[in-house]
């Protein structure tokens, strides 16, 4: 079979994080170039890799060019990269404020504002970044992080609009609870047992489980496919059925 995504190229930012590792693999299954960034690569097989800091605005400045320079072109990108600093407002410093900030908002608009004339040149492309379910509608206790995730969801909804005219699409997948890291460290962190907090997620989820990693690259792989290719700006939640209360 050929892959959908034969020939293309794609720039995947958070590739070694729980969702980041699945999206890598499956566009590479599915015939695409692929170049990651993340702080350690090395236990990520991809076709260029860029180690570094998302922090750094020198660094996603230059990220989508150099994925050019590596690959021949830049057909895709996924803003996949997260953090989640937790607790209430009173809970929270000024240092997780500009860090949730700067991973999920302002590295995904300079990474956009970068790959967007790349891509106009070159006659249109995807973008996929990643929000959140509670990006849409708040859960309890993660402020800093549910208004990041707010203002990328809005972010993707005015890039959808604005460059829609240039045949790229920058659409949106928004997660409930995932199975990675990101999930796992939350519950250690509380002192928990994994393991057993997900079981007791699982019950709370019509479908019967929390995603797994890969079922939140499939429905991102179908928003950077030609099958997607009338949408622009949209906000697609995957969530199993389960609203956030
Ligand atoms: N896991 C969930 O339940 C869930 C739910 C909704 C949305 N999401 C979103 O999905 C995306 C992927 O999350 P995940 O669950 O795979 O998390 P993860 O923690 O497993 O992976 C996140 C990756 O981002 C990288 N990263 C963080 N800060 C960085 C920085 N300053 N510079 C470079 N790289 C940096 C990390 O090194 C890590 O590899 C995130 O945007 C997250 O907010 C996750």
Redesign the pocket.
């Known amino acids: 079979m050929t892959g959908r995504f034969e020939g293309k190229t794609a720039l995947v ?8 590792q699945v999206l890598v693999a499956s566009l590479r299954a599915e015939g695409c170039r692929v170049a990651i ?4 690569c090395s236990a990520v097989e991809a076709d260029a890799s860029f180690e ?4 750094e605005a020198a660094f996603c400045d230059a990220l989508p060019s150099r994925a050019v320079g590596a690959l021949g072109g830049l057909d895709m990108l996924f803003n ?5 600093p937790r607790g209430d407002i009173t809970t929270q410093t000024d240092a997780d404020f500009d860090l949730a900030y ?3 908002v302002k590295a995904p608009f300079q990474l956009c504002r970068a790959a967007i004339p790349i891509m106009a040149a070159a006659g249109g492309g995807a973008i996929v970044n ?1 929000s ?3 990006g849409l509608r708040p859960g309890p206790n993660h402020p800093v992080y549910i208004s990041s ?1 707010a203002a990328i969801a809005s972010l993707t909804q005015c890039l959808g609009r604005d460059h829609a005219h240039q045949g790229i699409r920058v659409n949106a997948v928004c ?4 199975d ?4 796992r460290s939350g519950f250690e962190a509380r002192g928990l047992d994994a393991d057993r907090a997900i079981d007791d997620l699982n019950a709370s989820v019509p479908l019967g489980h929390i995603a797994s ?1 890969q079922e939140i690259v499939d429905v991102a792989l179908f928003l950077a496919s030609d099958a997607a290719r009338y949408m622009c700006g949209a906000l697609v939640e995957v969530n199993g059925g389960k609203p956030v209360i």
């Not at 930012?13 to 729980?18: D, E, Q, V």
């Not at 990675?180 to 999930?183: I, K, R, S, V």
């Open positions: 930012t958070g590739a070694a994080g729980g969702i980041g960034t993340d702080q350690d570094g800091d998302l922090m996949n990269a997260g953090v989640i700067g991973v999920n990643t959140s379910c509670w995730k997660p409930n609870e995932v990675t890291p990101m999930l990693a």
